[in-house]
């Protein structure tokens, strides 16, 4: 249950945009540095600039610096639909994250030299706000660049297909050309890459051992089949049927006649059963080779090079507030211990008689809450979810103003990337809504995928949660372009857990079991608070756990063992949801509180989603404001 982007920016720079694309981008641009503007020479043109017009000013400035900033990302660009440096893919050195580093810092000071903060609207203050915050962001990362795990579960060596096939669209033979661009790019970033992991290794920064097989498991699934192996007894690759596919489009559109596709495709199959596949044998090779190294027990980061300090780092950066571990580890306890007796009290609506740890064992292995392994059962399971969101869609209007233009499809994950129990996931769509939001489900083990769970996932990654939230935010016209793309962890995934809270209050839930489900998702998070906390600061190990998880949970093992891999491989992460929820319904409540029945759940709800992924400060801020204009009468 998580919103997916690819090439996180966290490990080299900026982890703020979602629909982030890698660390650094175009050569062309790499150098552009701003240049800041003399203090007094901006001041002169605010003395007379009413807070709109100095707003207006500053809002044009910031789309043109975005519009800089997209330069170094043409995968960025790619994902929100431009066909910009098509051919090209991102730079992911340390040296291109510096010269971003450089040109940003010089942006925010040419801002804070041009425009007046004090005679800013409020709305203008939050811009200046957020431009400058992504920039602490980024100073905040550059110590820690070593410390991720590059090439572990759904690295860049999954990434990298996956956009292809999902971004990179084919429409004309210009783009069908830069495909095979961009295969022959695919060398130079895993090099790129590759340094940055051997370095990290050198320093003893190496993941758990778990991590390298799922890299080398995912590889295989990747350069498996033709042309990576030339046996006709194999399939077709997942690059290569995509290639397959969107050139043959081509020609049954007329675009290009059947010879012109045949070069393009020995072009094809030449790059990727050549440098394309050796620079994956490269990665392969140097993993096989590190993974001797690492630690069979699995360890949190507190057992790397200044572990404490990074783990301190990554729950800032994740819940945009100062919590401590010990703080988010007791605020996690005391959550369990409220919704187990929540739980008891649904347990009860269904009859069963036994404990609630007996209720979960039973909801967790009995057959009749579980699809088959069968394509006609998988059909099943997606058609079930639209029926959920299709019955939430027609209650939306009740509860928001703004509603999404972007459609919302649920497919089933690509089999080169599916794992077995592995969380279902968001990807965006793009801002025009030409390509839709995708609710995907990994479906290869069925028995991950509880039938009480479904329906609580369904409004967590549809509506009203990760696509409506994301979608209205990508559609956004009055605010500067930057802040459509912002995001902070806590911030979506707050509101993705948010809103299967929201759904009850919506009609949803109305099956004591499926109401057991919501409990337990809210559940899996308040657990999350512990387990991450316990993993990374207080030396638990695998199994203490996921043994805390099977206790008080009623999640299927598989994808509770899942989970704790991914706990151990993106430290911090996991505190988001609980944390952002909690910090979103502090907003409501003190709103609700001040306003009485001036209160507006539909105001709200806009106020929310209105200005963008914003830090938990700023999002207390803004909802305040909200509150004394509305009772001001403004």
């Known amino acids: 249950m998580q919103l997916m982007h690819l090439f996180p920016r966290a490990s080299l720079l900026l982890s703020l945009f979602v629909l982030a694309a890698c660390d650094s981008g175009s050569s062309s641009q790499s150098s552009a540095v701003a240049t800041p503007q003399p203090a007094a020479e901006a001041s002169s043109s605010t003395d007379v600039d009413s807070p709109e017009a100095e707003t207006a000013r500053l809002t044009a400035w910031l789309d043109e610096q975005y519009e800089i900033q997209l330069d170094f990302s043409p995968m960025t660009r790619t994902q929100l639909g431009e066909k910009v440096d098509y051919d090209q893919l991102d730079r992911f050195s340390i040296e291109a994250a510096d010269e971003e580093l450089a040109w940003l810092e010089a942006s925010v000071a040419e801002m804070r030299a041009q425009f007046d903060y004090d005679n800013l609207t409020a709305d203008g203050k939050i811009s200046y706000d957020m431009w400058a915050f992504t920039l602490e962001q980024a100073q905040a990362s550059v110590p820690w660049r070593n410390h991720g795990y590059i090439f572990g579960r759904g690295g860049p060596h999954a990434q990298l297909p996956t956009f ?9 033979e210009q783009d069908l050309a830069d495909y095979i661009a961009r295969l ?121 090079p200044n572990g404490e300090d990074y783990y301190n780092y990554r729950l800032a950066q994740m819940t945009t507030l100062e919590l401590t571990a010990e703080e988010i580890h007791n605020t996690g306890l005391q959550e369990v ?105 990994h479906m290869s083990d069925m028995s991950s995928l509880a039938k009480w769970q479904i329906e609580d996932i369904a409004y967590h990654e549809g509506n009203p949660g990760h696509h409506m939230q994301i979608s209205i935010q990508q559609e956004l016209t009055d605010i500067p372009r930057f802040r459509t793309q912002y995001w902070t962890t806590a911030y979506v995934e707050g509101w993705g857990l948010y809103s299967e809270w929201l759904a009850k209050e919506m009609g949803g839930f109305q099956d004591p079991y499926s109401d057991f489900g919501r409990l337990a998702g809210e559940m899996w998070r308040a657990i999350r608070l512990v387990v991450d906390t316990g993993i990374h600061a207080m030396q638990w190990t695998e199994q203490q756990a996921v043994d805390y998880f099977l206790e008080n949970s009623p999640i299927p093992e598989s994808a509770v063992r899942s989970e704790v891999q991914r706990y151990f491989a993106t430290p911090g992460q996991a505190t988001a949801y609980k944390i952002g929820m909690m910090n979103i319904q502090e907003a409501r409540a003190r709103a609700e509180q001040r306003m009485g029945d001036q209160f507006d759940i539909r105001g709200f709800h806009d106020t929310v989603l209105g200005a963008g992924g914003l830090p938990m400060p700023m999002l207390h801020a803004h909802v305040d404001r909200w509150v004394e204009d509305t009772l001001a009468g403004n």
């Open 337 to 441: 211990a409220r919704l187990l007796a929540e739980m008891e009290a649904v347990k009860e609506q269904t009859g069963f008689a036994g404990t609630l740890q007996e209720f979960f064992v039973f909801v967790r292995e009995d057959e009749q809450f579980y699809y088959q392994n069968t394509d006609e059962d998988r059909q099943a399971y997606l058609d079930i979810n639209n029926e959920y969101l299709d019955a939430i869609n027609e209650r939306l209007p009740e509860f928001f103003g703004r509603l999404p233009k972007a459609p919302l499809v649920v497919r089933r994950v690509e089999p080169f990337r599916e794992q077995d129990g592995a969380a279902q996931h968001y990807f965006p769509g793009s801002p025009d809504g030409s390509r839709p939001g995708v609710f995907y489900s």
């Open 164 to 172: 292809m096939i999902t971004y990179h669209a084919v429409e004309t």
């Open 184 to 304: 022959r790019e695919v060398d130079r970033i895993f090099t790129e890459l590759l340094d940055i992991a051997q370095s990290a290794s050198d320093q003893g920064i190496r993941q758990p051992a778990f991590g390298y097989e799922f890299a080398l498991a995912e590889i295989e699934r990747v350069t498996s089949g033709v042309p990576f192996n030339t046996d006709d007894q194999t399939p077709n690759s997942p690059l290569w049927t995509d290639f397959q596919t969107k050139t043959e489009a081509l020609v049954a559109a007329g675009t290009i006649s059947d010879a012109e596709a045949q070069d393009y495709l020995n072009e094809a199959r030449e790059v990727l059963a050549g440098e394309v596949l050796a620079s994956y044998e490269s990665i392969k090779s140097w993993l096989e080779t590190d993974r001797q190294f690492a630690t069979e027990q699995s360890q949190g980061v507190w057992a790397l």
